[in-house]
């Protein structure tokens, strides 16, 4: 899943190091797929969680919840929601989907249950064949009833997430593991079907084109949701005002200032729900709204609207003394990693060696500081592309450059590499925003690192963080290194390496295209759940060994600020953002 914004994470403040998911040693009874029962990051699941969810003890209803943040909000239309914010707004909130997540105050993180679908899921004996039976009772925010064909209507729309198809931003999965994958879907070709969803009463059953043991993971998603028949129009107006089957409806919502209000919706019945709570009467979102510093002073000072105000923007560095002693601070782990992606179809990335290099210049301690983190505290050093707490993530960890993901670079190491490869000079050109302060600090330490090394930096400049986000994914930008967050879709490493490492990857951006690796990817996925995770690492280790496509940048956290009057923040550590659908405000 993407980071909400790089322009987020660039503010981070981790301050633990823990995990971001994991399992224990029991397996879970029905539905679970061999997933555990104990553990974080939504390794826990419960798939007979009973609804109405249990009420949060000393909970009040009514109020306006602000949300303030600086990152934006990208497509907010639910076949497409693919950015950490997005997800869990529509999730916890407005739609509906097979599963989903909630808290388990208990165990202090997230678990996934039932939400449309009675149950988890029932699969055949190989995983290519998943049903899921469908509540009665679901009613759309006009009083009338999501149908089987809503179902059905709106799992098919994510076959339309694809480079050139009506959702270019969202995720693949069911073009990837669901039979008929070549399907352009019902937007880019109507006249087409994938022919792998059938319908009995209330079953719905789809079909796989090889095994996908984490169909219940995905099924968590928006996009694994219902679609009116009025989405099938124009596709930019319905992401402007999504149809709600949650808590709560869109009451307006302005893409070009990312200013969204959600007032209540009526015909949700908690009653059909066994994750969602609605304490607050409406939520009012403003999330780009430029300096984080100032963001983080007016909710430190706990003023006015500020104390029924919270932000799912990491606080800055020079907030942090004052953030810790207030006692509003939500911390917790965050299941992300920050990549620099070379461009391994560029001529001057061919040879391994020269990225490695690259690696080894690299000014970790002096880039993260520039972009007002700090080393250790608000960003995590790392050397593997999964981050702590993921299943089958090595243990100790391995380092292919020797420098631990930190410290200042080595720059006649680099140097001498680039002279023995006979690659000095060696272009690296990269984007950076030119209206953040922070990220022209940034780019003058990576030139500075870079030019000692013996590489040729050539930074361009990008007016703001939408431009810079646009161009990240455009695989013809005229750049060969590129800046961009990532975090788990779900606890498994088949939500890291067949996204980014994978030749059809969606967000393979260092372009890795490797015939070994796209089999040992397709292999590890078909295997059980529980089997999975040690061949996750060692495929972990051998990207990085022998391709070292990405520089690891750090590992983040979560630290979030909440003004007094807010109740029932915890940690949504699947989603690196607070645990939207259970605030409530102290009255």
Same mark, same amino acid.
């Given at each position: ?35 555990? &029962? ?59 989907? !097979? ?77 990837? #593991? ?100 609605? #304490? ?20 430190? &000072? ?9 932000? #799912? ?71 593997? @592309? ?65 030019? &000692? ?94 391709? #070292? ?11 979030? !600020? ?22 409530? @405000?102290?009255?």
């Amino acid at each position: 899943m993407r980071l909400r914004s790089l322009l987020a994470a660039t503010s981070v403040a981790a301050i633990a190091v823990v995990a971001a998911c994991g399992g224990g040693s029991d397996e879970s009874s029905s539905g679970d797929q061999g997933f555990q &029962e104990g553990g974080s990051g939504g390794g826990i699941m419960n798939a007979n969680a009973p609804a109405p969810a249990p009420a949060i003890d000393g909970a009040q209803k009514g109020g306006t919840v602000d949300v303030w943040g600086t990152s934006g909000l990208q497509s907010m239309h639910p076949t497409e929601a693919y950015f950490t914010n997005t997800t869990s707004i529509l999730s916890n909130m407005v739609t509906r989907s !097979l599963t989903q997540y909630m808290w388990n105050d208990q165990k202090q993180a997230m678990e996934l249950v039932p939400d449309l679908a009675t149950d988890l899921g029932q699969h055949n004996a190989d995983f290519t064949e998943w049903t899921f039976t469908i509540r009665d009772g679901i009613k759309w925010q006009d009083g009338s009833d999501v149908t089987m064909d809503d179902m059905v209507r709106g799992i098919k729309a994510s076959f339309d997430n694809f480079a050139e198809g009506a959702f270019p931003n969202g995720a693949q999965y069911s073009k990837t #593991y669901f039979k008929g994958g070549s399907w352009k879907g019902p937007f880019t070709d109507p006249s087409g079907d994938c022919n792998c969803i059938s319908v009995d009463g209330r079953d719905i059953t789809i079909q796989m084109s090889r095994p996908f043991p984490d169909m219940p993971f995905w099924g968590s998603f928006p996009a694994m949701g219902p679609l009116p028949k009025q989405a099938m129009g124009d596709v930019a107006a319905y992401g402007t005002n999504p149809w709600s089957t949650g808590p709560y409806k869109f009451q307006s919502f302005d893409p070009g200032t990312s200013r969204l209000v959600l007032v209540r919706n009526e015909f949700w019945d908690p009653n059909t729900d066994p994750g969602r709570h609605a #304490y607050p009467d409406e939520w009012d979102f403003d999330v780009d709204r430029g300096d984080p510093t100032v963001l983080d002073r007016t909710l430190l &000072e706990d003023q006015g609207d500020a104390q029924t105000t919270l932000s #799912y923007d990491n606080i800055q560095q020079s907030s942090r003394d004052q953030a810790e002693s207030s006692g509003r601070l939500l911390t917790g782990p965050a299941p992300c990693t920050i990549f620099w992606y070379m461009d391994t179809r560029a001529p001057e990335w061919q040879d391994v060696e020269v990225r490695k290099a690259l690696g080894t210049a690299w000014n970790f301690d002096d880039e993260m500081l520039a972009s007002g983190l700090a080393v250790g505290l608000t960003a995590v050093p790392g050397t593997m @592309i999964m981050p702590p707490g993921l299943p089958g993530r090595k243990d100790p960890p391995f380092d292919v450059i020797g420098n631990g993901g930190q410290g200042t670079g080595d720059p006649q190491k680099a140097h001498d590499m680039l002279e023995q490869a006979g690659a000095l000079n060696t272009p690296v050109s990269f984007m950076y925003d030119a209206s953040d302060p922070n990220a022209v600090d940034r780019k003058n330490v990576i030139v500075k690192a870079l030019s &000692e090394a013996g590489f040729d930096p050539q930074p361009r400049a990008v007016p703001n963080a939408d431009k810079e986000d646009e161009l990240t994914q455009d695989p013809n930008a005229p750049v060969n290194l590129r800046y961009l967050g990532w975090c788990s879709d779900w606890p498994s490493g088949s939500s890291w390496f067949g996204p980014n490492f994978s030749s059809d990857g969606c967000c393979n951006y260092s372009y890795l295209s490797v015939p070994k690796i796209d089999q040992k990817i397709k292999e590890i996925e078909s295997m059980p759940a529980e089997e999975q995770a040690p061949h996750w690492g060692d495929l972990d280790k051998e990207i990085m060994t022998d391709y #070292y496509p990405v520089i690891i940048d750090y590992y983040t956290a979560d630290a979030f !600020l909440h003004g007094s009057k807010i109740g029932g923040m915890n940690n949504d550590e699947v989603r690196a953002m607070p645990t939207l659908g259970d605030i409530w @405000i102290k009255q």
